[in-house]
């Protein structure tokens, strides 16, 4: 196949800022080789689905989820997007998952891809059910639980730690009654998978819907749902883990488990990496940083 010819389908799950989308949706869309899948989270669709670029390769997939930190409503956005595109009909070399808050910052992604089109671009590392950190899908964590509290003093943060600590000390008081009889794995929610593996986990989940069952109540299971299909499949020898992603965790209580906001001085570090993506950005945060990364990079 000649690189003129390799297709990618990008899902993206928004929330904000469609000016900042569209310089990224421009960065990864002009080149020819792309479609747009864009899920916009219900709370703001009608505030950002108005400002997003109109074009015949960019669609906004119709159901609407109202996307929570730490919930399996953020799997449910990805599940939209992957059936939008089995929806679709087109056949796709890859799949790439982003946030609207993404950049490209290194060119030539799909020179790269075509080098490289049987390979899944996914951070994950196996965990086993043994694992302290299995509370996160066998403790049934109740929805209050599964929300982003800055605070390190809210009240519903610190039952959160609680139950966390109970189950390292071997009692779960809320236990999941769905079982896990598979490896788990964990990593970042994002990455880069060939179409037909993203084909392999919409079939998996139709004809197991027990799996989405034992995921319904876990806590972040975006960081396990996805990864843990794909390295029990026949493809796990295909992982690179490695999902082309550039980003940088805080280290106060406040965001010590989420993503800086990138700005000028975040440059060095970003090109130092030699990602192809990085996250996240904000143009009410710094622009210029923006503006800096659409005129260097292009997926071409």
């Given at each position: 196949?000649?690189?003129?010819?390799i297709?990618?389908?990008?899902?993206?799950?928004v929330?904000?800022?469609?000016?900042?989308?569209?310089?990224?949706?421009?960065q990864?869309?002009?080149?020819?080789?792309?479609?747009?899948?864009?899920?916009?989270?219900?709370?703001?669709?009608?505030?950002?689905?108005?400002g997003?670029?109109?074009?015949g390769n960019?669609?906004?997939?119709e159901e609407?989820?109202?996307?929570?930190?730490?919930d399996?409503?953020?799997?449910?956005?990805?599940?939209?997007?992957?059936?939008g595109?089995?929806?679709?009909?087109?056949?796709?070399?890859?799949?790439?998952?982003?946030?609207?808050?993404?950049l490209?910052?290194r060119?030539a992604?799909?020179?790269?891809l075509?080098a490289?089109?049987?390979?899944?671009f996914m951070?994950?590392?196996?965990?086993g059910?043994?694992?302290?950190d299995?509370?996160?899908?066998?403790?049934?964590?109740?929805?209050?639980?599964?929300?982003?509290?800055?605070?390190?003093?809210?009240p519903?943060?610190?039952?959160?730690?609680?139950?966390?600590?109970?189950?390292?000390?071997?009692i779960n008081?809320?236990?999941n009654?769905?079982?896990?009889?598979?490896?788990?794995?964990?990593?970042?929610q994002?990455?880069?998978?060939?179409?037909?593996?993203?084909?392999?986990?919409?079939?998996?989940?139709?004809?197991?819907?027990?799996?989405y069952?034992t995921?319904?109540?876990?806590?972040?299971?975006?960081?396990?749902?996805?990864?843990?299909?794909?390295?029990?499949?026949?493809?796990?020898?295909?992982?690179?883990?490695?999902?082309?992603t550039?980003?940088?965790?805080g280290?106060?209580?406040?965001d010590?488990?989420?993503?800086?906001?990138?700005?000028?001085?975040?440059?060095?570090?970003?090109?130092?990496?030699?990602m192809?993506?990085?996250?996240?950005?904000?143009?009410?945060?710094?622009?210029?940083?923006?503006?800096?990364?659409?005129?260097?990079c292009?997926?071409?």
């Amino acid at each position: 196949m000649g690189r003129k010819d390799i297709r990618i389908a990008y899902l993206l799950q928004v929330h904000k800022n469609p000016d900042q989308l569209n310089k990224f949706i421009r960065q990864i869309s002009e080149d020819g080789h792309s479609d747009v899948y864009v899920h916009i989270d219900k709370k703001s669709f009608d505030a950002v689905s108005t400002g997003i670029i109109k074009a015949g390769n960019i669609k906004i997939v119709e159901e609407r989820i109202d996307v929570k930190w730490g919930d399996i409503s953020q799997v449910d956005a990805t599940l939209c997007l992957l059936r939008g595109v089995e929806k679709s009909g087109q056949k796709y070399d890859f799949v790439c998952l982003r946030s609207g808050q993404d950049l490209l910052v290194r060119n030539a992604l799909v020179c790269y891809l075509e080098a490289n089109k049987n390979k899944i671009f996914m951070n994950a590392r196996k965990l086993g059910n043994a694992h302290p950190d299995a509370y996160f899908w066998k403790i049934k964590w109740p929805r209050f639980t599964r929300k982003r509290y800055d605070s390190v003093l809210h009240p519903c943060r610190i039952l959160r730690s609680a139950f966390i600590r109970l189950y390292k000390f071997g009692i779960n008081i809320m236990p999941n009654p769905n079982r896990l009889p598979l490896d788990p794995y964990r990593g970042s929610q994002w990455f880069c998978i060939p179409g037909i593996v993203a084909e392999y986990i919409v079939d998996y989940l139709g004809k197991n819907p027990w799996y989405y069952e034992t995921f319904k109540n876990a806590l972040a299971p975006d960081e396990y749902f996805f990864q843990t299909i794909i390295m029990n499949s026949p493809y796990a020898s295909d992982v690179v883990c490695n999902n082309l992603t550039y980003l940088r965790f805080g280290h106060s209580h406040r965001d010590n488990n989420h993503p800086v906001t990138l700005t000028m001085k975040s440059i060095p570090e970003i090109e130092k990496s030699e990602m192809f993506f990085a996250r996240k950005f904000d143009q009410a945060v710094d622009n210029e940083v923006i503006e800096y990364f659409c005129r260097r990079c292009a997926s071409l």
